[in-house]
């Protein structure tokens, strides 16, 4: 009878162990910060991805790298379009900027969307 409840006693201890380790790194996991746009959303992924260095990680790497910079652009344009309400810039001269602007983009292959 003791050395069944001796038994028990440390797979509750084992157990608690695991739990309040758990929660540990739950806490943990809580307290990042979380990722406010797509941008900073494909840093963290490609953080992780060199990190875990799983099969074929380079493949998906250099597709996040290309993704991160179209969404960055596509960032911008919006930071720029935000910036032509708050100044009051007319919105036939907002769309030739922004035509420029893709103009440019196209020229490295990339487009703002």
């Known amino acids: 009878m003791r050395e069944e409840l001796q038994k028990r006693m440390e797979s509750i201890n084992g157990m608690m162990d695991i739990v309040k380790n758990s929660n540990e790194r739950l806490t943990d996991i809580a307290l ?3 990722p406010t746009n797509e941008a ?4 963290h992924i490609i953080g992780h991805e060199q990190f875990t260095k799983i099969i074929g990680y380079q493949g998906r790497v250099g597709a996040l790298s290309t993704r991160l910079g179209r969404t960055g652009i596509a960032d911008t344009a919006k930071q720029l379009t935000d910036e032509f309400q708050t100044v009051g810039i007319k919105e036939n001269e907002k769309d030739i900027f922004l035509k420029g602007l893709q103009g440019i983009y196209k ?5 703002i969307p």
């Open 107 to 111: 020229i490295f292959g990339m487009n």
């Open 32 to 34: 990042r910060p979380r």
């Open 40 to 43: 900073e959303l494909n840093k």
